[in-house]
Every structure is written in C-alpha cells, then in structure tokens.
C-alpha cells in the first residue's frame, strides 16, 4: 500500500509539473521600434503573423503593415497599404483587406508583399467596431456603427459580403439581433457565428445567431 501511494504521488507531482509548464507565458520580441497604433486588423500564413496597424499614435502607425517570424522571434515592416484613411479591414483564407474611408478596397499579396486595388465597397459607410467573418472564399462584413466628429454617430445593422473569386460585392440583408459595434465573429464548419458587442445605449449583447449561406442547385 505504502509502494502504491508513493507512485501514486510521484505521478501526481510530475503530471502537476508538467502542466505548469505547459500552461505559461513567455515574453517574446517587443514590437518596438514599431508603434502599432489604436487599431489593428491581423491575420497568420505560411508560419508567419501579421498586423496592419492604424491609428494617431505616430508616423510608423498610420498605415503600416508588420510581419512576426517565431523562428527567429522578429519583427519586419512591411509594405504599407497605399492610403493613409481607414475605416476598417477584415482578413481570412490567408488574405488581408482594408477598406478606406472613401470606400476603396485593397487586397495585400503576401507572396509579392504589394497591395491590389479591387472592387470598390458598396455598402453602408461604417468606421468603427466592426466585425466580419470568412466561408470559404467569401468574406462578410456588418454592424459596428458610422462615426463623424461633432456630428452624429449612426449604428450599423446591416452585413455585406465580399466575393474574392468574382471580386464584387453584394447585400445580405439585415442582422436579426440588435444593431451594434465590437460583436465578436468566427466561421465553423461552413457557417458563421455573430454575437455580443454594444447596442446603441450602451447595452451588452448576449444573444448569437448561426448564418449559413445558401448552395443553389448545381453549385458545389
């Protein structure tokens, strides 16, 4: 018995260790010199990470690009995007997109590291909070809200979606929770998930809803 209860705890402890170990932060390279400004639009390729950042917190943050290798633990500027306006961006399927305040939309190519200007966002103007998902070779994009300075602020509650194969864009109708800003968003098994985020007044989200889109007879 007494055998029994030492392997028993040598087992324990060592399981215990393990996990500590496993379960830990490790600092990694500072983004310094780089300053990453008040918004980033982030995505992961080919081992590699990257943040376009945007915002007033210095020249390196208007509209740059920064890639993070973990082999070596670095970061590289990158080619920026060819606009200094913003007004949000959305990534999947290994490609990164920012649309502008003027509604132009860019494409960045990571294989040449150069920017593509394609079909121009048709939707709803909107510059902050909002949220999108990928299916495939489609992206949707919706909510968050439309800011002008001393003016007014109008919340979006509309989704858009983005056709990367035949570049064009196209309405998908109304969302059916409340219209807000910073809902969090994911794709799972060919549908996407939206939910929580801030209405108008302040008040939290609770609620998620299941989109899934529709495969017309012939299509695969």
Known sequence: MKKL???????ISFYYAQAQVCDTWVQTAN???????????????????????????GVDSTKNLFRYDPSNDSWTLMNGYPRRSFAFGFSGNNRLYIVTLDNKLFEYNIINNIWNE?????G?????????FAIDNKYYIGLGRY??????????HDFNCYDAASNTWSSI?????????SA??????????????KTSL????YDMYEYETLMLAGNN
């Open 118 to 122: 394609k079909a121009s966002y048709n």
């Open 173 to 181: 109708g109304i969302y059916p929770g409340n219209a807000c800003l």
């Open 147 to 156: 800011s002008i300075p001393m003016t007014a602020t109008i919340f979006r």
């Open 31 to 57: 983004s310094s010199p780089f300053d990453f400004g008040t918004t980033t639009v982030t995505f992961a390729t080919n081992n590699y990470g990257y943040v376009a950042s945007f915002g007033p917190s």
């Open 202 to 205: 302040n008040v939290s989200n």
């Open 184 to 197: 969090f968003s994911f794709s799972l098994n060919g549908k996407g998930y939206v939910g929580g985020g």
């Open 124 to 132: 709803s103007k909107r510059n902050n909070g909002v949220t999108s």
């Open 5 to 11: 209860f030492i392997v028993l705890f040598t087992f």
